[in-house]
């Protein structure tokens, strides 16, 4: 392993708005650019794409890291020569420019390439006397595929770097985009408020399955691309799940209709993980004044709910924040608690947005086909009120000293989590029709123990009748 002094810490300060304004006009000169500035249109493509590397130093310095928007996380190769980073576009894009922000170990000769294929290969960028730290270059070419092609390096170590960032435009309306099939049309946002004297909601009692570094959404067809997920649902997930892959394994839900796969950041003291025990509770309830409106998720249907780049601020400001973590007397908690009493757990809620545009299944930032509900009411361009899930998870507090609590995604304001709707679709549409739509407040088995006379949705192997 590289010398500790090395590994840790940035070797450059982050750039300040001097810096950058410097940059810019060693651009309109000519210096360190191959083109003309990149126009202001040309957004970030790279974020959350599916990366592949030639070779990795350890686990805990994955390929994804390039493109998670983290500067503290990062990517490191193997002590040889040559070595390469290959970020998957999702589908034909023009690149304008291109960013690398290097470690301390730090290529000095190497070739920014495009492919349509992921085989042949057209340099676009070529350099043999770079110096490492932040480098902004102004590129011209196109394709589904960009590489770093590295055959140089500037120390005795491999190679490292925290951010690979490519950006440009998408040559296809479709890139990267899941079409929904049947697609949702004509439907207009609910603004009526019926009477609300019930919760209008069930659980789906999940326990935990295991702990891989994968993420079928962000990272698709990658196995170990990922920071590590604890996962629940699904018995199978993993980097190559599909909709039929999660149907045709099992589930460790109470009802066995539900073979949707749910993960979230593996939480560790140190370098033990900590993971839930026994069900945990995951809320699908109304986020919608007309609880009448709403409607099962779309088979297939993903997303991410919350950043692992979140700011601790961005985390206690974001729309689906209830209360933080939570351990004993202590709530609303931003990042992980460091005492907590012995026997209790560390708990946190997050709710998820409940506004589908109607007509993606996923999109490239595996967000923006969803949206919260403003003031109760789904906004136009997301029409489709579904159930709002709530996460609400159950560490249990491990003994001893708590200083070295950590996710795998970083401090405690960057959890996040994942949903991949794979639910018998009979299952899910009794229970929401028949709990959610219907004003009770139900358990897993969509019972009400306040209203008996309403029945179940489930019997009691909870499953249909």
């Known amino acids: ?13 982050k750039r300040t708005a001097l810096a950058v304004a410097f940059a810019a006009v060693l651009a309109l000169v000519g210096i360190g650019s191959t083109t003309p500035q990149a126009g202001a249109a040309d957004g970030l493509i790279s974020q959350s794409r599916p990366v592949v590397a030639s070779s990795l130093e350890s686990a805990s310095f994955p390929a994804g890291a390039v493109v998670d928007g983290d500067a503290t996380t990062r990517w490191a190769s193997t002590w040889s020569d040559p070595q390469w980073l290959q970020i998957d576009l999702g589908a034909g894009a023009t690149v304008s420019k291109v960013e690398l922000d290097w470690e301390a170990a730090f290529a000095t000769a190497y070739q920014i390439q495009t492919s349509n294929d992921a085989a042949t290969w057209t340099p676009v960028y070529s350099t043999t006397t770079a110096a490492g730290g932040n480098q902004v270059l102004n590129v011209t070419g196109s394709g589904r595929y960009i590489r770093l092609y590295m ?7 491999g190679y490292s770097l925290y951010e690979f960032k490519v950006y440009g435009t998408a040559t296809g309306p479709t890139a990267g985009y899941v079409l929904a099939n049947p697609q949702v049309t004509g439907v207009v946002p609910s603004t009526y408020d019926p009477p609300h004297a019930y919760f209008h909601e069930f ?39 599909t909709l039929a892959s999660l149907r045709a394994g099992g589930s460790s839900c109470l009802a066995p209709g539900d073979k949707s ?22 809320y699908y309830k109304t986020g919608v004044n007309d609880y009448t409106s709403v409607r099962p998720f779309p088979p297939g249907l993903r997303f991410v709910v919350g950043s692992p780049a979140a700011s601790a601020t961005e985390f206690t400001n974001a729309p689906g924040y209830v209360a933080g973590w939570e351990c004993g007397d202590s709530y609303r908690n931003t990042d992980l608690p460091t005492a907590c009493p012995a026997g209790t757990a560390i708990n946190i809620r997050m709710q998820a947005p409940s506004c589908w545009n109607g007509l993606y299944l996923d999109t490239p930032d595996h967000k923006s086909h969803m949206a919260y509900p403003v003031n109760g009411v789904c906004p136009a361009d997301h029409p489709v009120a579904l159930p709002m899930i ?21 401090r405690g304001y960057s959890f996040h989590y994942d949903f991949f709707n ?43 009748p």
């Open 1 to 13: 392993m590289r010398p500790r002094f090395l590994s840790r810490g940035r070797p450059q300060p």
């Open 261 to 282: 796969g749910y993960w979230m950041p593996t939480m560790y003291n140190g370098s033990t993980p900590i993971n839930p025990v026994g069900p945990q509770v995951i």
């Open 422 to 464: 794979a639910w018998d679709a009979p299952t899910l549409a009794a229970l929401v029709n028949h709990c959610v739509v219907g004003g009770l407040q139900c358990n897993a088995r969509g019972y009400d123990e306040t209203q008996p006379g309403r029945g179940a949705a489930l019997n009691e192997q909870y499953q249909l």
């Open 390 to 410: 709530e996460f609400k998870m159950a560490f249990p507090v491990p003994a001893g000293d708590l200083s070295q609590l950590r996710l795998s995604s970083g």
């Open 203 to 241: 659980q789906a009692n999940c326990s935990f399955t295991r702990n891989l570094p994968d993420d079928p959404i962000v990272f698709p067809g990658l196995p170990g691309a990922s920071h590590m997920h604890t996962f629940m649902g699904s018995t199978v997930t993993d980097a190559n799940s």
């Open 151 to 157: 055959t140089a390096r500037g120390t005795q170590y």
